[in-house]
């Protein structure tokens, strides 16, 4: 059964960094793109973050552009977001996700095929 498990979320002021894991499991993700989304109450999933199979190409939302960072240990089948100089429109359920097969990676929610739980990030302003 494959799992991803995304842990690292909590309650910080603006200004302040958090770093969100994502432990997988069930099956290898080292030939796979994988992304980290955010969905805030009442607005729609959107787009963090993305990361190539091996890392050399990412993609960041304007909006984090600057202050998250993505990365990834394939040895560990893991995946990392750092996120530095949180503001107050960061506070979401973020989740991370992974696409099945291919290993380029993708802008679209729909292209992702294993999802995990969400961590809830929430920044006071």
């Known amino acids: 059964q494959v799992q991803l498990v995304e842990s690292g979320g909590g309650l910080v002021q603006a200004g302040d960094s958090l770093r969100l894991s994502c432990a997988a499991s069930?099956?290898?993700?080292?030939?796979?793109?994988m992304g980290w989304f955010r969905q805030a109450p009442g607005k729609a999933r959107e787009i963090v973050s993305a990361?190539?199979?091996?890392?050399?190409?990412?993609y960041y939302a304007d909006s984090v552009k600057g202050r998250f960072t993505i990365s990834r240990d394939n040895a560990k089948n893991a995946l990392y977001l750092q996120m530095n100089s949180l503001k107050p429109e960061d506070t979401a359920v973020y989740y991370c996700?992974?696409?099945?097969?291919?290993?380029?990676?993708?802008?679209?929610?729909?292209?992702?095929?294993?999802w995990g739980q969400g961590t809830q990030v929430t920044v006071s302003s």
């Open positions: 996700a992974a696409r099945r097969y291919y290993s380029i990676i993708s802008y679209l929610i729909s292209e992702y095929d294993y």
């Open positions: 069930g099956r290898t993700f080292s030939s796979s793109a």
């Open positions: 990361i190539s199979w091996s890392g050399g190409d990412t």
